[in-house]
């Protein structure tokens, strides 16, 4: 695994100015790209793009999040970086590289996925964007008002 000193040294990632604008286009069509994969019905045909439609709402509700945080990332494995040592979000970070993996297998090695693995995926990519959008993305009100985590609704 490349670590955040590394995605930094090699300009994977890089400190920028927050962009508000940038955010909230990158959640909307991270929503947009969720909402796709759910228009499709699960087989044999779309299971793979489903899950692609999936993990890519999944990275760019990471990458609003890192510019949240001060940061441009340009190379997927540079995520799990960001979310093991910038966030302190070390099981998440290795779920992410788990569906950061299966997407790349799948998408550049023509790995076969069955429709369990599929479902279990989607699933599992769904319950991860969630979490870091109601933890770090959109907080609930009491976490605004102490300003425990930045959100570009609260800027």
Not at 29 to 41: D, F, G, I, M, P
Not at 101 to 125: F, H, P, Q, V, W
Request: include cysteine.
């Amino acid at each position: 695994m490349m670590d955040w000193k590394i995605c930094l040294n090699k300009q994977f990632a890089k400190a920028i100015k927050i962009d508000t604008s940038l955010i909230t286009s990158l959640l909307r069509t991270s929503a947009n790209k969720l909402k796709t994969q759910e228009l499709l019905v699960m087989n044999e045909h779309t299971a793979v793009s489903k899950v692609s439609l999936t993990y890519d709402a999944l990275r760019e509700l990471l990458e609003a999040l890192a510019i949240t945080k001060g940061y441009k990332i340009y190379n997927h494995e540079c995520y799990t970086a960001f979310l093991k040592e910038i966030l302190k979000e070390s099981t998440l970070g290795d779920t992410f590289d788990t569906y950061r993996k299966l997407r790349n297998n799948l998408n550049y090695y023509g790995k076969e996925i069955t429709l369990e693995e599929a479902e279990k995926s989607i699933k599992d990519m769904k319950e991860l964007r969630e979490t870091l959008q109601t933890t770090y993305v959109a907080p609930k009100p009491e976490e605004k008002k102490t300003g425990k985590h930045t959100s570009p609704t609260t800027s």
